[in-house]
């Protein structure tokens, strides 16, 4: 329990650290889509190619992307880390997650399949994290293989999270493991 809790506040830091300063699949807004394969070849993800990728991550295991203008001086971002499942499968992995989201709510959860057919879970939960100064709202997009659950998520200020999320979560439904293209 304690290791979720410390995942979803190296999360949150890793967010709001680079943050400061689009609801379902369409193939229309992909058609633009660049593949990100992650470097150390966990999985794989198309992006919007007008995505900026952040390198002034805290960790070398997280990727980050800005996407558009700040919103109330918070830019929207998505991020993607790895965790170690332990030994669950998704469904297991998503409930023990929900369980352990600390002081942040949970709006709502579900299993979808993604883009090239592959299991996804997908978390939506709001709340205050210690690092920000405002109510974010985040849509968590994580596929789990034995080894390693993959968690993709969209951070955003509350007022924007609607729109934003029509925008980027067609392509966070894109996320696979690397073998399938």
Not at 14 to 35: D, I, K, P
Not at 110 to 121: M, S, T
Not at 154 to 177: G, H, N
Request: aromatic share 8%.
């Amino acid at each position: 329990m304690l290791r979720n809790r410390q995942l979803v506040t190296l999360l949150c830091s890793a967010l709001v650290l680079v943050s400061c300063g689009g609801g379902s699949s369409s193939s229309e807004a992909l058609e633009t889509a660049v593949t990100f394969r992650d470097p150390q070849g966990f999985y794989v993800i198309d992006i919007d190619p007008s995505w900026e990728r952040r390198t002034d991550v805290p960790s070398p295991s997280v990727e980050v992307w800005s996407m558009g203008e700040a919103v109330d001086e918070f830019q929207p971002n998505v991020n993607i880390l790895r965790d170690a499942p332990g030994g669950r499968d998704l469904v297991q992995y998503m409930e023990f997650s929900a369980d352990n989201l600390g002081s942040l709510s949970l709006v709502g959860k579900a299993v979808v399949k993604g883009e090239f057919g592959n299991e996804l879970g997908v978390f939506e939960y709001t709340g205050r994290v210690p690092q920000a100064d405002r109510s974010l709202h985040f849509l968590a997009i994580v596929m789990v293989t034995p080894e390693h659950a993959i968690v993709a998520t969209l951070s955003v200020v509350e007022s924007a999270f609607e729109d934003i999320r029509k925008q980027v979560e067609p392509f966070m439904r894109t996320l696979r493991p690397p073998q399938v293209s």
